[in-house]
T-cell receptor
């Protein structure tokens, strides 16, 4: 019941920017977009989240379109260690609570 | 390091047995979440506790139960184990503000023989 759509996979050259798209056309006005990544079988690692404004931290930048129906995660200078599955997540309502619904994500392979 | 600690890292047991997985949340986080990740399925939400109280249940089997203690650590109990319960079990924690992100531990790999 994931509410986002991401490409299945993408390749990126080491040292180049990686732009990961995500569609979330049914997002409600007060819901955040969260990005996580999972390297092999490690625990998902939080990357960044945003509501409507673009966000940047030490790991990545998040660009959210004005209508909030899509977003792009930007890894500015991809390294081999950025090879992972990247998840774009909008929380799903569960009674009076919410849950993170992980879809299949985008498998990003950074090549030397 | 996310600050979330899970023990044990690996657990091997037999069908029909019972195990307990432990999670210590990040300092100050009141919410604890449990997830299951098996080979053929993605990360599945199991249950959410907030400050000792159950808040939401996801795809958690009746053979599984969880609790959060006054010191905020949480335990996930899995009983009458079946081969299909072999999976990675992750715990995550988050701050009281419900929009804050969840931070995940390194997981417990459970193998049922």
């Amino acid at each position: 019941d994931a509410k986002t759509t991401q490409p299945t996979s993408m390749d990126c050259a080491e040292g180049r920017a990686a732009n990961l798209p995500c569609n979330h056309s049914t997002i409600s006005g007060n819901e955040y977009v969260y990005w996580y990544r999972q390297i092999h079988s490690q625990g998902p690692q939080y990357i960044i989240h945003g509501l409507k404004n673009n966000e940047t931290n030490e790991m990545a930048s998040l660009i959210i379109t004005e209508d909030r129906k899509s977003s792009t995660l930007i890894l500015p200078h991809a390294t081999l260690r950025d090879t992972a599955v990247y998840y774009c997540i909008v929380r799903v309502a569960l009674g009076n609570d919410y849950k993170l619904s992980f879809g299949a994500g985008t498998t990003v392979t950074v090549r030397a | 390091d996310s600050g979330v600690t899970q023990t044990p890292k690996h657990l091997i047991t037999a069908t029909g047995q019972r195990v307990t997985l432990r999670c210590s949340p990040r300092s100050g986080d009141l919410s604890v979440y449990w997830y299951q990740q098996s080979l053929d399925q993605g990360l599945q939400f199991l249950i959410h506790y907030y400050n000792g109280e159950e808040r939401a249940k996801g795809n958690i089997l009746e053979r599984f139960s969880a609790q959060q203690f006054p010191d905020l650590h949480s335990e996930l109990n899995l009983s009458s184990l079946e081969l299909g319960d072999s999976a990675l079990y992750f715990c995550a924690s988050s701050a009281a503000d419900r929009n804050q992100p969840q931070h995940f531990g390194d997981g417990t790999r459970l193998s049922i023989l």
